[in-house]
Nanobody, 125 residues
Framework: QVQLVESGGGLVQAGGSLRLSCAAS????????VGWFRQAPGKEREFVAA????????FYADSVKGRFTVSRDNAKNTVYLQMNSLKAEDTAVYHC??????????????????WGQGTQVTVSS
């Protein structure tokens, strides 16, 4: 079992930045790949980014590539999502997820067993 808690969401103007954090507890965090997903009202859950156990492999959705950066600090059991040049369409609840895997970090939400409660990001235009 691993528990995940997101923080860092809030209200920001378009063009601004936010950094989300995902703090993990329970098991050896470096055994887990971590993903970020978001869900806007009335829309399906969307993949944002994923990072492998030691940060060697990273994937981004095309919609955030070049604007968002995912990183992790296994010593602090924390994964970060730095979001720059935010747009109104980035408004959503952002969830971090974790899965114990030796493979590349999944981009499919059904591949993740552990989910945080989410943090709201609102970008005003």
């Amino acid at each position: 079992q691993v528990q995940l808690v997101e923080s860092g969401g809030g209200l920001v103007q378009a063009g601004g930045s936010l950094r989300l954090s995902c703090a993990a507890s329970g098991r050896t965090f470096s055994n887990y790949a971590v993903g970020w997903f978001r869900q806007a009202p009335g829309k399906e859950r969307e993949f944002v980014a994923a990072i492998s156990r030691y940060g060697v492999t990273i994937f981004y959705a095309d919609s955030v590539k070049g604007r968002f950066t995912v990183s992790r600090d296994n010593a602090k059991n924390t994964v970060y999502l730095q979001m720059n040049s935010l747009k109104a369409e980035d408004t959503a609840v952002y969830h971090c997820t974790a899965e114990r895997t030796l493979s590349n970090p999944p981009r499919d939400p059904t591949s993740y067993a552990y989910w945080g409660q989410g943090t709201q990001v609102t970008v005003s235009s």
